[in-house]
């Protein structure tokens, strides 16, 4: 496949950027050091990668010339994906309110739906429809949600603000250890500083297996991405994200919260070695174990694999004409849950398939 002849300008404040950063290669009036600015320059501005994006994956290093070609940046991924995906249906997947309530219809299996909150305008809630105002939300938490459940914002990435809670006698207790009452529960959706409202819903827990491999408790979903094509749908990649740390969250947020990522078997479900971006220029660190238990990767099989291959697909055709998705599947005790869907997912760079998966999502947009 042809590379993208049109290259970006690199403005002033990504160039002082680029100096920050390179300083690691040697003092400025170091030859090592103006080399490893230029290569910076030329790439980012010839790929059109953020300057952190490319270091993050050692683009910078006197070692990394013919490593641009192996990656793709976010802006160029993000290009192709609304090739394939019509941005009028974004909402559908970036809400997840409408997300969740979507898929209920059209059967496909998600954490149970217990209310969506909407500051200022009616809500949802499976027993008394809409409720709207702070009575109505203080019966609902003390009348229709579980011993456990989670809320998070309708509108996030990366699991960002996601809070856990539990059901005491009177009260409700946060993971983080906070005690909340029914109205504190309304006060803290309804004056949230996010404007999109929030979600109330099942928390899962994971399969026995899973947290066995890693020690976590905290829920590990595989991320998946389809592309329906020639009628039907397909899967293109998945990598298993497994907690690393007292996270209850597998986000792994460009490497920083230390979590790794396990590319799987898309025959069979097992998985190859994990590996990380670790943010210090170095670009990818790879694992044959699990940093904390020891556990190793290559050979692990996932539960219920074929049920969440079938599961994604399934839901793909679903979407449609929205084309490809980023898929996060929980796998549970019970079998495959669908999290999320993605339009615009991260390009998977760091599990060495973004040739392969761009070469076949270009032939699919130029169908």
């Avoid at 209920?104 to 009616?122: D, K, M, N, S, T």
Wanted: net charge neutral; hydrophobic share 40%.
């Amino acid at each position: 496949m042809a590379e993208d002849t049109q290259s970006r300008h690199v403005g002033r404040r990504e160039l002082v950027r680029i100096c920050g950063l390179c300083a690691r290669y040697g003092r400025w009036y170091a030859p090592a050091y103006w080399a490893a600015v230029r290569r910076a320059m030329r790439g980012c501005r010839e790929h059109e990668f953020a300057v952190e994006e490319a270091f993050r994956l050692g683009l910078f290093g006197p070692g990394a010339q013919v490593s641009w070609t192996r990656y793709v940046s976010k802006k160029r991924w993000m290009d192709l994906q609304w090739r394939l995906n019509p941005r009028s249906w974004r909402p559908l997947t970036a809400d997840k309110g409408l997300f969740y309530q979507y898929c209920q219809r059209a059967g496909v299996r998600i954490p149970q739906l217990y209310g969506v909150f909407r500051r200022g305008r009616p809500g949802w809630s499976r027993g008394d429809g809409e409720p709207r105002t702070e009575a109505d939300w203080v019966r609902f938490f003390e009348t229709e949600a579980e011993c456990q459940f989670v809320i998070k914002p309708t509108e996030s990435s990366h699991s960002r603000d996601v809070r856990f809670f539990e059901r005491l006698a009177t009260e409700f207790l946060e993971a983080a250890g906070q005690r909340y009452t029914a109205a504190g529960l309304f006060a803290l959706m309804d004056t949230a500083e996010l404007d999109s409202g929030f979600v109330i819903q099942q928390r899962l827990w994971n399969h026995p297996s899973l947290v066995e491999f890693s020690g976590s408790v905290g829920l590990q979903t595989v991320r998946m991405i389809t592309l329906v094509e020639n009628g039907g749908a397909c899967l293109l990649h998945a990598h298993w994200k497994p907690i690393v740390g007292g996270y209850l969250i597998d986000t792994y947020f460009e490497g920083m919260l230390g979590n790794v990522e396990a590319p799987v078997n898309l025959d069979d479900g097992t998985l190859h070695p994990g590996n990380r971006e670790m943010g210090d220029g170095e670009g990818i660190r790879y694992y044959d174990r699990h940093p904390e238990t020891g556990r190793p990767f290559a050979g692990f099989r996932l539960p219920w694999w074929q049920e969440a291959c079938e599961a994604v697909k399934r839901a793909a055709m679903e979407f449609l004409p929205v084309r490809t998705l980023g898929w996060d599947v929980a796998l549970t005790e019970d079998g495959p849950v669908i999290v999320e869907a993605n339009h615009l997912y991260d390009p998977p760079n760091q599990h060495g398939v973004v040739p392969r998966l761009r070469a076949r999502l270009e032939q699919a947009a130029g169908q």
